[in-house]
């Protein structure tokens, strides 16, 4: 409903006296007012008008105003509008019973004043918006008690679904729990797996090692000295932990390829060989390589040892590969073995000799920066000293001091690992087996 000084009356009457009477009645109450003169043409009106009060006289000819009640009453859109009855014959109280009857809402008679009608039509037009303020209360408590079974419900299904994730989630923690474990012990495992792998690599890489210094042809102990100075200079050079690890294993491995060579030929002065020979002697590291490249875990050590003979300039073997396209590792030990192999030749010259000829070929063969290195390393450290390592005979070492490298029997087995701090015990136990497979003699203490 509208709001009251703004509600539609419809008021009928067959006495166009009466209706011009009761219009200025409801002057100045800011209704909106329209009238008919007999019942019919109210109804019509009200069809179209749809108002919130319908005022009419009882007595018309044609359809009274009991029957107009009922007609209103039965039409879709006016069954709650306000219908108050109007009479000027002499009322029985049967009359208003049967008015009230036909579905009038009041019954008021004439004559009456001004002041009554526009009391009476007021409290009808607050009874009816209480009653539309009531109804639009109780379908708004009827939605919201709807709309509380339905949460409810809703809340009782996601309970259910709440349980039965929990529980879900309880099974997977478990599985997760599960598989945590199962890859601890497989991490363990595997990291138990790669450590017996490197044990034996070592040992592998050691008993490769022995087998070289036991050819009577080759000086024992040059790979060391190749490794120990090429460590020195990687360390010197910048070179990542675990690349000078592999550069060291190529260093003391990088004659393997002579290993079958034999021991005329490889006893033979170098100014002797035939072309040949000189050929065939010059593509041992690429041998080598080759042989390294089958075991597991000496790939990168076959790269660095199979590129040995390569030159700076591009002339050397096998692929001829030029500056920095040469592994740096490969570049080092070529320096390394130069340096101590014209140490071990009886006209190799001084130390001042053999710098001078290797600076010679730096640029041609040698990395420049690798020759300036190795004369730093000369120049900072003695003879005994290298790369923070002191050199000495096993069996001089003392409790409290720090091995720099491992100690390996003459077959090639571990002892004792790197970084193993010297105790009474350790080295009894190095006197008591060397009496069962004699040790490398030469050990190398953090200096």
């Known amino acids: 409903m509208e709001k009251m000084d703004t509600a539609k009356i419809l008021y009928v009457d067959?006495?166009?006296?009466?209706?011009?009477i009761y219009?200025?009645?409801?002057?100045?109450?800011?209704?909106?007012?329209?009238?008919?003169?007999?019942?019919?043409?109210?109804?019509?009106?009200?069809?179209?008008?749809?108002?919130?009060?319908?005022?009419?006289?009882?007595?018309?000819?044609?359809?009274?105003?009991?029957?107009?009640?009922?007609?209103?009453?039965?039409?879709?859109?006016?069954?709650?509008?306000?219908?108050?009855?109007?009479?000027?014959?002499?009322?029985?109280?049967?009359d208003v019973v049967a008015g009230l009857g036909a579905g009038a809402d009041e019954y008021l008679v004439k004559p009456f004043s001004r002041d009554e009608l526009v009391a009476r039509i007021g409290t009808l037009l607050r009874i009816k918006g209480l009653k539309e303020r009531a109804e639009?209360?109780?379908?708004?408590?009827?939605?919201?008690?709807r709309n509380r079974d339905t949460?409810?419900?809703?809340l009782a299904e996601l309970k259910e679904e709440l349980a039965g994730e929990r529980e879900a989630l309880s099974g997977a923690l478990k599985q997760v729990a599960s598989l945590v474990g199962e890859r601890q012990k497989a991490v363990e495992r595997a990291d138990a797996m790669e450590a017996r792998a490197s044990d034996t690599l070592t040992t592998c890489v050691g008993l490769l090692v022995s087998a070289l210094d036991a050819r009577p042809v080759f000086k024992r102990g040059h790979g060391a000295d190749v490794a120990r100075l090429s460590v020195a200079m990687?360390?010197?050079?910048?070179?990542?932990?675990?690349?000078?690890?592999?550069?060291?294993?190529?260093?003391?491995?990088?004659?393997?390829?002579?290993?079958?060579?034999?021991?005329?030929?490889?006893?033979?002065?170098?100014?002797?060989?035939?072309?040949?020979?000189?050929?065939?002697?010059s593509r041992h590291p690429e041998r080598a390589g080759k042989m390294l490249a089958g075991v597991e875990g000496l790939e990168e050590t076959a790269r660095i040892v199979r590129?040995?003979?390569?030159?700076?300039?591009?002339?050397?073997?096998?692929?001829?590969?030029?500056?920095?396209?040469?592994?740096?590792?490969?570049?080092?030990?070529?320096?390394?073995?130069?340096?101590?192999?014209?140490?071990?030749?009886?006209?190799?010259g001084s130390e001042r000799d053999r710098l001078d000829r290797l600076e010679e070929e730096a640029g041609t063969r040698f990395d420049p920066k690798v020759v300036h290195c190795l004369r730093k390393c000369l120049?900072?450290?003695?003879?005994?000293?290298?790369?923070?390592?002191?050199?000495?005979?096993?069996?001089?070492?003392?409790?409290?001091?720090v091995l720099a490298s491992a100690i390996y029997t003459a077959k090639g087995a571990m002892?004792?690992?790197?970084?193993?701090v010297l105790t009474d015990e350790y080295i009894r136990q190095i006197a008591r087996y060397n009496r069962i497979d004699s040790l490398e003699e030469t050990v190398f203490i953090k200096g």
Not at 14 to 20: E, K, R, S
Not at 29 to 56: C, H, R, V, W
Not at 151 to 154: D, K, S
Request: charged share 30%; with cysteine.
């Open 379 to 401: 120049g900072r450290k003695p003879e005994t000293e290298v790369g923070g390592r002191v050199e000495m005979n096993v069996f001089d070492v003392k409790p409290g001091m």
């Open 307 to 348: 590129h040995l003979f390569e030159h700076l300039d591009g002339s050397g073997t096998p692929r001829g590969l030029k500056k920095d396209a040469i592994p740096l590792a490969s570049r080092i030990i070529a320096v390394a073995d130069a340096w101590e192999t014209l140490a071990a030749w009886p006209d190799g």
């Open 14 to 20: 067959d006495d166009q006296d009466l209706i011009q």
């Open 136 to 145: 639009n209360a109780d379908s708004f408590l009827k939605d919201e008690l």
């Open 151 to 154: 949460l409810e419900a809703r």
């Open 23 to 94: 219009t200025r009645f409801l002057e100045g109450e800011n209704y909106s007012l329209k009238t008919a003169a007999d019942a019919e043409e109210g109804l019509e009106i009200a069809q179209d008008f749809m108002p919130d009060l319908i005022i009419s006289d009882v007595a018309m000819p044609g359809m009274d105003g009991l029957e107009f009640c009922r007609r209103v009453r039965a039409s879709e859109g006016l069954g709650d509008v306000i219908f108050m009855l109007v009479s000027g014959i002499d009322v029985e109280p049967s």
């Open 415 to 420: 002892l004792l690992p790197e970084d193993t």
């Open 234 to 281: 990687a360390e010197d050079l910048g070179m990542e932990d675990d690349k000078r690890h592999h550069l060291e294993q190529a260093a003391r491995l990088h004659e393997l390829g002579l290993l079958f060579v034999s021991e005329t030929l490889a006893g033979k002065n170098p100014l002797d060989y035939s072309e040949s020979e000189a050929d065939f002697l």
